[in-house]
């Protein structure tokens, strides 16, 4: 071992490892130069030890410090000697080691050990002491490391112990004014996280270091801008903060003349600084990292990444707020990389949205996502702070509508609540906004997105009438036309008016009236109009009188669904049904619906008997239409009705004897959805959030859905990516019982190159699970040799370990061969092994198929090589066969000891150009040396033929030997093969090793 192999192997004094962690250069650089000091100062008095540091800091300034800075880090007894040391070295201010400490702390803080972290703070706490330059950077870096969401104990006491230090240097801290900004921004987001019963020593302590700091430095305070107000209000129940906050609002001037109120703070956009204070380096580096460098679509592994590592626990709600900031304020991507098919930040906000558990944390990131529009001021504001907000909105229309609306009602609701004293300036901030978008092209039209006609019917008049400006806009008023009656008309004062009927055309909601005819109806009857209405409200009150105990409510559904049936309701009416039942069934539709226990026919009846399945009741009725356009508008709302109708439907059929067309209610479904979506993406949208909900109901469903809807099923990439995806151990295992007992079939040769190719994107155990599926298949081998040549050892491991097994069991053909040799040569030995073990069951079969394939293709390429050497350019398939062949030559070499297969390598050697022959020298020299030991095995024959003809002719030495090994050799009776034969037909025959016969001696 070398001398850097055991210095790597020395455990590092600064950090902590995991096994899959190395040193890097720098910190071989911190173990060095410490290792240097020791010996400088080893065994030496004061003055020695004075004189040998300034000799050494002669040399080299930067190396005496770093050792010196080590050495304080990690040797607690010796800090203050160090510390002196340090002081009387540095030639330059101790800037050398502040740009030091910096480094550390946004790169390696959160790896070090617990005992060098106290260290960092003791030298924190005396390069403030001594008014150190820079000592205030360093501060700041190290409340970067404060991680908001984790009440650890490392994390209190490195929050406490900052605080500390500013309360003991409170004359320091005040000659900085950006310090005092960022400790102010910095404690008050700590102090949502630290407002708890065990907590209150320090949240106490918190807040009288707050309260005191802002009225005394309310100057400061102004520099944060809106996101100040935006923390205040965090935490603006603790009794202490109230009054400040009531401060700001009624008597500002008493906290600063310069300051007139809670608007000024508003209008204030907060600079980036403060926001990226919030976020640890790491966390910042991952951010950048999912922003910057990972494909759309190949996003979520990375995500789950960042939620394991960040977002975890249930501290890390507060955290998320935070990083809805940063995203929204601080990573601006660049037109080229708006317009790459990297995640968007869009994407990234919606995940953290879909991750809030907590009402109140999923509030307060609402807010964030939508601070910058409150008091958006075009001079100041830009639109990359509004438009991830749009987009999360606009892309979750179809596929998550609640998300949408529920961005939406919060933002009306924010218009006149968060500050109703200017409720009417913050409305047209808002409508600047939006214009603003519409102006940058981020949306073509708002009408799609704020005025959607699938959303809620309450939600929708309520933004047309907020944002009334906007609808006008898109949406002109249109003259009513007068119709042409004999009745007395009265001509009143011409008026906008909202319709608030539920019948009128969702065109005519906003009209200009010029006249309003009263009409008289002879027949005394009322119109169709309001008998649809009286009908609507006595299904309403039918469902909110809906009982609350299981049995009565089923019962009650069934009613209500034959009501529906009878008289049939659509459009406006049925959306507004469906919202009705939603909410009165909420609870129908959370937790598991499907049984723990192994399912059994009972188990699934019990689970069927639920009230929710009753909706599906009169599916049998040829009157369907209205229920189908009911469930869809339901399943807007509640997006577990989707797969409740598969499992009603799939357990109904089994009961029955009918199959045909046993889900054609679904397919109904799925077309009055209207989102133009196939019976294949409708599947995989339901079934993605039944595996989401309940695995066991998802691989319970899994078979009949293959078996009833194979058209579908079949070849669906992302549906069988949700089955591989999802299981564990006994799933694949009872998955493929089912497989190879013939009770389900989830691939087919036709069908499956494209998953494939997929599955090669897919996680290791993903992978494994899908290759221990497709073997259970009777599968053809054509697939897999049209796969073959696209897998590489280094990107395609699991897919190239699985396709190595595969053909270990079949007997080499021509097409196998020619397969194998057409994959890139990367210095793997996948052909090699495949070589030798066929070698050892099928010697003769493997050297005829070489031989065919490659006489074939040198008649393919006979008359070229003249072509070629005029321009001095070797075909890539030579290439190919040399770079596989050379690896076989070493290990299978009796292979090229047969006749026809050195026969034609020979005629291979000559096809080639004498720049390839020594590029490939390896390859030439053994297969040159094998020439020569034939032709003196020839010419040892003939020889002894001449020199004694009476005796017949004997082999020669070496085709004795290998005569001889072949009559020893055993073959195994454990293989199998199964020979593909390389025509059209993919003739496929069993081949059974030869049992070996007795010999007699």
């Not at 991750?355 to 639109?383: E, G």
């Not at 040159?928 to 003939?942: F, G, Q």
């Amino acid at each position: 071992m070398d001398k850097r192999d055991k210095r790597v192997a020395i455990p590092s004094r600064l950090f902590l490892h995991t096994l899959l962690d190395c040193k890097d250069e720098q910190e071989d650089k911190y173990e060095s130069c410490y290792q240097a000091l020791v010996q400088s100062i080893q065994g030496k008095g004061d003055k020695e030890i004075s004189d040998s540091l300034h000799m050494e800091a002669m040399k080299s300034h930067e190396n005496i410090c770093t050792g010196l800075l080590v050495g304080i880090l990690t040797e607690p007894n010796n800090c203050i000697k160090f510390y002196s040391y340090l002081s009387f070295v540095a030639n330059d201010g101790l800037n050398f080691v502040v740009s030091e400490m910096n480094r550390l702390l946004l790169e390696k803080f959160n790896i070090m050990k617990e005992t060098v972290q106290q260290q960092l703070i003791w030298l924190v706490r005396e390069l403030v002491r001594n008014g150190v330059p820079g000592a205030d950077w360093v501060c700041w870096n190290v409340m970067r490391n404060i991680i908001g969401g984790n009440t650890s104990n490392r994390n209190l006491w490195l929050a406490d112990q900052m605080m500390n230090i500013y309360t003991d240097s409170r004359v320091w801290l005040y000659t900085l004014p950006h310090l005092v900004s960022g400790v102010i921004y910095t404690y008050l987001r700590l102090l949502e996280d630290h407002a708890r019963h065990n907590l209150k020593e320090l949240k106490d302590k918190e807040v009288t270091f707050l309260t005191q700091l802002i009225r005394e430095r309310f100057s400061d305070v102004l520099s944060i801008g809106r996101d100040f107000v935006r923390l205040l209000q965090t935490v603006s129940r603790i009794p202490e903060i109230e009054q400040v906050w009531q401060e700001i609002l009624h008597s500002p001037s008493s906290l600063s003349p310069q300051f007139t109120g809670v608007e000024q703070l508003m209008r204030t956009r907060t600079p980036r600084k403060y926001l990226v204070s919030r976020i640890t380096p790491d966390m910042e580096k991952k951010l950048n990292f999912l922003t910057q460098n990972v494909k759309f679509g190949s996003h979520t592994r990375y995500e789950a990444w960042f939620q394991r590592s960040h977002l975890s626990s249930q501290e890390s709600q507060s955290l998320r707020p935070d990083l809805i900031r940063f995203i929204v304020s601080v990573i601006h991507p660049s037109n080229d990389l708006l317009q790459s098919d990297v995640m968007p930040r869009w994407a990234v906000i919606g995940w953290i949205l879909t991750t809030c558990t907590n009402p109140v944390a999923s509030s307060n990131v609402k807010l964030a996502l939508f601070y910058d529009w409150i008091f958006f001021d075009l001079a100041s504001d830009s639109i990359m702070n509004l438009e991830p907000a749009v987009l999360v909105m606009h892309h979750s229309m179809k596929p998550h509508p609640q998300i949408t609306a529920t961005l939406l009602d919060f933002l009306s609701r924010l218009v006149n609540n968060f500050l109703p004293s200017s409720s009417d300036q913050v409305l047209l901030c808002v409508t600047a906004a939006f214009q603003h978008v519409q102006e940058k092209g981020v949306l073509p039209l708002l009408t799609p997105l704020l005025f959607n006609k699938n959303l809620n019917q309450g939600l929708r008049k309520s933004l047309i009438r907020i944002f009334q400006s906007l609808y006008l806009m898109e949406n002109p008023p249109v003259e009513k036309p007068t119709p042409v009656q004999e009745y007395s008309i009265i001509h009143p004062i011409p008026t906008v008016q909202f319709s608030d009927d539920e019948d009128d055309s969702e065109d005519e909601i906003l009209m200009i009236n010029e006249t309003s005819p009263s009409v008289k109806i002879n027949n005394g009857l009322t119109t169709n109009g309001e008998v649809k209405n009286d009908h609507v409200n006595e299904i309403l009150s039918k469902i909110e009188a809906l009982p609350k105990e299981e049995n009565s409510l089923q019962s009650s559904l069934v009613e209500l669904m034959k009501t529906i049936l009878s008289r049939p309701v659509f459009a406006e009416d049925s959306k507004l049904i469906a919202e009705s039942l939603s909410v009165s069934l909420s609870s129908q539709f959370e937790g598991k619906l499907f049984p723990a226990t192994f399912p059994s026919p009972a188990t699934v009846q019990l689970c069927l008997s639920q009230p929710v399945f009753s909706l599906f009741s009169c599916l049998s009725d040829p009157r369907r239409q209205t229920v189908m356009e009911l469930l869809a508008n339901l399943q807007f709302l509640q997006p577990r009705v989707g797969y409740c109708l598969l499992l009603y439907l799939i357990s109904s059929q089994a009961q029955s004897s009918h199959e045909d067309d046993s889900l054609s209610p679904y397919t109904e479904f799925c077309q009055a959805l209207g989102t133009d979506c196939s019976l294949a993406a409708c599947l995989v949208r339901d079934l993605t959030q039944c595996q989401n909900d309940d695995v066991d109901l998802f691989l319970y469903l899994v078979p009949p859905l293959y078996d009833l809807l194979p058209h579908s099923t079949l070849g669906n990439v992302p549906l069988l990516y949700l089955i591989v995806s999802c299981v564990d151990g006994s799933q694949v295992q009872s998955l493929v019982s089912k497989i190879v007992s013939q009770q389900l079939t989830l691939l087919h040769g036709d069908t499956c190159q494209p998953i494939l190719e997929a599955s090669l994107s897919w996680e290791t155990f993903e992978q494994f699970a899908f290759w221990q599926l497709f073997n259970a298949h009777d599968l053809p081998l054509y697939p897999i040799l049209n796969f073959l040549p696209k897998l590489s050892v280094k990107s395609d491991a699991e897919a190239l370990t699985s396709v190595m097994l595969l053909l270990k069991k079949k007997v080499p053909t021509e097409k196998m061969i020619s397969k194998c040799l057409a994959r890139e040569p990367a210095g793997d030995d996948f052909f090699s092994a495949l070589c030798s073990f066929w070698m050892k069951y099928c010697e003769d079969k493997l050297a005829s198929m070489v031989v065919v394939f490659l006489s074939k293709y040198l008649n393919e390429g006979a008359g070229s090589k003249k072509r070629r050497a005029d321009l001095k350019i070797e075909k890539p398939l030579t290439l190919q066969l040399l770079g596989h062949f050379t690896p076989v030559m070493k290990t299978c070499p009796k292979l090229f000891e047969r006749p026809a297969v050195l026969e034609v390598f020979m005629k291979l050697s000559q096809s080639c150009l004498e720049t390839t022959k020594l590029n490939h020298s390896e390859f030439f020299d053994l297969l040159e040396s094998l020439t020569v030991t034939d032709k003196s095995a020839e010419e040892s024959d003939k020889q002894s033929s001449e020199d004694d003809p009476s005796p017949p002719p004997s082999p020669s030495p070496q085709r004795k030997r290998t005569k001889a090994f072949k009559t020893t050799r055993r073959l195994s009776a454990k293989v199998n093969y199964r020979e593909v034969d390389s025509s059209e037909e993919e003739v496929e025959e069993e081949m059974m090793p030869k049992k070996k016969r007795k010999v007699a001696y």
